[in-house]
């Protein structure tokens, strides 16, 4: 038996219906009167762990979950132990600096030296601006960050995108993308290896359906 963390959150959904196409039945996370965090597969060849999409690669790489889903931006920030298997090709977003509209900055570069910069991806952040050898000072925020530059307290932030409404409606403009993330299908190294469970069956099946015709 394989047990397989999966995403609160945005990438819930899609995530369960990656395992229905498998033909495994997690679908009882969706119904908003359950309370369970941890469910069986009807056939009993599976689990499923609820977790915090921040906590997935944890539950991976410490071995309670032989497979995962994730973002690649928590792959990106975190570092985890674990083998990224797969492209699942939802969930897109993007990793984006963004500023004030009104501001007079259009891209990172332009950023003064020793700024402040917001953002709940500290590493990601850091790593992005010593790549560019801009020396900021990163602010950890893990509520709105938005309203870092609304306020004051930074001149712009790190932050993930999708639509761009939440930047939009708060007078905020993206300068710099770091990079596209999307769903990742992630594994335990030593399970992966040693095949525990079958779960490389599980593997090959999910990425044949990636392959196969929309």
């Known amino acids: 038996m394989i ?3 999966l995403p609160k959150g945005a990438l819930l959904k899609d995530s369960i219906q990656t395992f229905q196409a498998l033909g495994l039945d997690f679908s009882a996370f969706l119904d908003s009167s359950n309370r369970q965090l941890q469910i069986m597969d009807p056939t009993q060849t599976a689990k499923a762990l609820l977790v915090r999409a921040q906590d997935v690669p944890v539950y991976v790489e410490y071995g309670q ?5 994730v973002g690649y931006d928590v792959l990106r920030e ?3 132990a674990v083998a990224n298997l797969a492209d699942l090709r939802y969930g897109k977003c993007r990793m984006s600096v963004a500023v004030k509209a009104a501001s007079p900055y259009r891209s990172a570069l332009e950023l003064s030296p020793h700024c402040r910069v917001a953002s709940k991806f500290v590493y990601c952040a850091r790593e992005y601006f010593h790549s560019i050898d801009l020396p900021v000072e990163i602010i950890p925020l893990y ?4 309203l870092g530059p609304i306020t004051g307290m930074s001149e712009a932030i790190v932050d993930l995108v999708s639509t761009g409404r939440t930047l939009k409606d708060n007078g905020l403009i993206e300068i710099e993308v770091l990079f596209e993330s999307t769903a990742r299908l992630i594994a335990h190294p030593l399970s992966y290896r040693l095949n525990s469970g ?3 069956e599980w593997i090959e099946k999910i990425r044949a359906s990636l392959l196969a015709p929309m």
């Open 3 to 5: 047990t397989v963390a």
């Open 65 to 69: 979950a032989q497979l995962g889903v």
């Open 78 to 80: 975190k570092k985890p």
């Open 143 to 146: 509520g709105s960050v938005e």
């Open 198 to 200: 079958g779960m490389n």
